[in-house]
């Protein structure tokens, strides 16, 4: 990534920045990464971190697949813009160009967190449009499936109020770390050090504490939209799986249990003790539960 990537990220980081690959849209710089062969796996990542998100089964799936990971606007190494267009409908808009401008008519989807959301507007969007990339397969990982029972943080409720633009340029590493620690965990051990750090550099890169209170904004949106996000999973014939790390105050087993009333045949994974980030907590398990998945056709 030559000199897009700052010095004060962590070897790690810069190793995964570096194996990326860019795409402009309606003017701004989108990062992608891409690698392995096969059948095509979009992986969409969740708030705060970006495609990092996928760093612990990103080589894993690359074996089996061509995976394509994504930062959205607004997240990892994209860019930031203070105007710019943070809603579901344009995150999703913008996976479909990336899809689109990589020559991909389909693929199978793997999401988590903020990802689960624009998974769902993916699918109201092909409802609509059925010239879209054909979406064959859908995994979904810890996110607001059932946009009513998701249960925010404190911090994500004061990001709304007029405190908002005020308060992300103060957050601070201490807040940010005792946030994602609280959902991490479950009834595991902290986070790593190092991973606090990488979603700590990866939360500022590219003055990202400026636009924290319109990016982080997506759950209040998805609530709005609910009828709309789950309506889409319900009158879709995708194949569905959902893998949730159960201990996740969040979207844990609450969320799953909130879906199956409306689905209560889908294939359910879950994770016992193991909080908001599954592929990276529980890693070889949500490796293995989604080769089973995707690749029984």
């Given at each position: 990534?030559?000199?897009?990537v700052?010095?004060?990220?962590?070897?790690r980081?810069?190793?995964w920045?570096?194996?990326?690959?860019?795409?402009s849209?309606?003017?701004?710089?989108l990062?992608?990464?891409?690698?392995?062969q096969?059948?095509?796996?979009?992986l969409i990542?969740?708030y705060?971190?970006?495609?990092?998100?996928?760093?612990?089964?990103?080589k894993?799936?690359?074996r089996?697949?061509t995976?394509?990971?994504?930062?959205m606007?607004?997240h990892?190494?994209?860019?930031?813009?203070?105007?710019?267009?943070?809603?579901?409908?344009?995150?999703?808009?913008?996976?479909?160009?990336?899809?689109?401008?990589?020559?991909?008519?389909q693929?199978?989807?793997?999401?988590?967190?903020?990802?689960?959301?624009v998974a769902?507007?993916?699918?109201?969007?092909?409802?609509?449009?059925?010239?879209?990339?054909?979406?064959?397969s859908?995994?979904?990982?810890?996110?607001?499936?059932?946009?009513?029972?998701?249960?925010?943080r404190?911090?994500?409720?004061?990001?709304l109020?007029?405190?908002?633009?005020?308060?992300?340029?103060?957050?601070?590493?201490?807040?940010f770390?005792n946030?994602?620690?609280?959902?991490?965990?479950?009834?595991?051990d902290?986070?790593?050090?190092?991973?606090?750090?990488?979603?700590?550099?990866l939360?500022?890169y590219?003055?990202?504490?400026?636009?924290a209170?319109?990016v982080?904004?997506?759950?209040?949106?998805?609530?709005?939209?609910?009828?709309?996000l789950?309506?889409?999973?319900?009158?879709?014939?995708?194949?569905?799986?959902?893998?949730n790390?159960?201990?996740?105050?969040?979207?844990?087993?609450?969320?799953?249990?909130?879906?199956?009333?409306?689905?209560?045949?889908?294939d359910?994974?879950?994770?016992a003790?193991?909080?908001?980030?599954?592929?990276?907590?529980?890693?070889?398990?949500?490796?293995?539960?989604?080769?089973?998945?995707?690749?029984?056709?």
């Amino acid at each position: 990534m030559g000199n897009q990537v700052s010095a004060e990220l962590s070897e790690r980081l810069l190793a995964w920045g570096e194996g990326g690959q860019w795409m402009s849209w309606r003017g701004r710089k989108l990062f992608y990464k891409k690698a392995g062969q096969g059948p095509v796996l979009l992986l969409i990542h969740g708030y705060p971190a970006g495609s990092y998100d996928w760093h612990a089964i990103y080589k894993s799936l690359g074996r089996y697949f061509t995976v394509i990971a994504p930062d959205m606007l607004g997240h990892g190494f994209s860019d930031k813009p203070l105007d710019g267009d943070y809603s579901l409908n344009a995150h999703a808009q913008m996976h479909d160009v990336l899809l689109q401008y990589l020559g991909i008519t389909q693929c199978q989807v793997m999401a988590s967190d903020l990802g689960v959301s624009v998974a769902q507007e993916m699918l109201a969007l092909r409802q609509a449009n059925p010239s879209l990339p054909r979406m064959d397969s859908l995994i979904l990982l810890n996110g607001g499936v059932c946009p009513d029972a998701y249960q925010p943080r404190m911090i994500q409720r004061l990001m709304l109020t007029q405190l908002g633009p005020w308060l992300g340029p103060r957050v601070t590493q201490s807040m940010f770390a005792n946030t994602i620690s609280s959902i991490y965990r479950g009834d595991a051990d902290a986070p790593p050090a190092s991973l606090l750090e990488d979603f700590w550099a990866l939360f500022c890169y590219g003055q990202g504490q400026a636009v924290a209170h319109r990016v982080g904004a997506f759950w209040h949106e998805r609530k709005a939209l609910s009828e709309r996000l789950l309506g889409a999973l319900l009158n879709s014939q995708i194949r569905l799986c959902l893998i949730n790390g159960s201990a996740d105050p969040n979207s844990g087993e609450h969320m799953v249990k909130a879906f199956l009333r409306y689905m209560p045949s889908t294939d359910v994974k879950r994770l016992a003790g193991v909080g908001h980030w599954p592929q990276i907590q529980a890693s070889e398990h949500v490796l293995l539960k989604s080769l089973q998945f995707l690749q029984a056709r």
